[in-house]
């Protein structure tokens, strides 16, 4: 089973930046695709941003051209840099790994953006 630690959330003001990191418990060259969701307070979970081993990325409208995610396989970790925040996007932010027929999540990361 894949662990999933996330880390680099935190409070910002509309208009800077984080990066978020996610970090597997073991080699992450054979996951098919990793990425990140997010769930607000009463909303349902949504997908942020996606990578392919082959290194397809996918992004949900709401963070293209201001989200990049990238995943370094020397170090197990998949990250997701995020640009010019608004405070739509507060939310809890979950790492996921998929491999085969199983889907693995980290325990998340509280993203805050002031306005």
């Known amino acids: 089973q894949v662990q999933l630690v996330e880390s680099g959330g935190g409070l910002v003001q509309a208009g800077g930046s984080l990066r978020l990191s996610c970090a597997a418990s073991e080699s992450i060259f054979s996951i098919n695709r990793m990425g990140w969701y997010r769930q607000a307070p009463g909303k349902q979970r949504e997908l942020v941003a996606t990578?392919?081993?082959?290194?397809?990325?996918n992004y949900a409208d709401s963070g293209k051209g201001r989200f990049t995610i990238s995943r370094d396989n020397a170090k197990n970790t998949v990250y997701l840099q995020m640009n010019s925040l608004k405070p739509e996007v507060t939310a809890e932010y979950y790492c996921y790994a998929c491999r085969g027929w199983e889907t693995y999540w980290g325990q998340g990361t509280q993203v805050t953006v002031s306005s």
């Open positions: 990578e392919t081993s082959g290194g397809s990325k």
